[in-house]
Nanobody, 126 residues
Framework: QVQLVESGGGLVQAGGSLIISCAASGRTFTASAMGWFRQAPGKERECVAAIVWSGGNTYYADSVKGRFTISRDHAKNTVFLQMNSLKPEDTALYYC???????????????????WGQGTQVTVSS
């Protein structure tokens, strides 16, 4: 079975940058899209960025537009999230998720994602 493994999280000061990655491993990988979601203590999970695997169309939450960039490497079955100008409010557990090929709906809809990673913690100090 395919698995998603996130890496790259850590502690960074406000205004700094960080890149996190999500690698898909296993026998098959046929996702239509991949996304990054985050959840902070006491808050609901939200989609921060997503990308269509083949076409490259993207979605960004308003709170991260202009600061975060999602990208993917087809050869390595890996998706990245480049985070710049980090703010304390960005502190959260960041999850990578994969959406099935036949799934429909908005890219930011978490219920359309079928496979989730374990999460990587991003902490931004003030």
């Amino acid at each position: 079975q395919v698995q998603l493994v996130e890496s790259g999280g850590g502690l960074v000061q406000a205004g700094g940058s960080l890149i996190i990655s999500c690698a898909a491993s296993g026998r098959t990988f046929t996702a239509s899209a991949m996304g990054w979601f985050r959840q902070a203590p006491g808050k609901e999970r939200e989609c921060v960025a997503a990308i269509v695997w083949s076409g490259g169309n993207t979605y960004y939450a308003d709170s991260v537009k202009g600061r975060f960039t999602i990208s993917r490497d087809h050869a390595k079955n890996t998706v990245f999230l480049q985070m710049n100008s980090l703010k304390p409010e960005d502190t959260a557990l960041y999850y990578c998720a994969a959406r099935g090929v036949l799934r429909l709906g908005a890219l930011e809809n978490s219920q359309t994602y079928d496979l989730w990673g374990q999460g990587t913690q991003v902490t931004v100090s003030s």
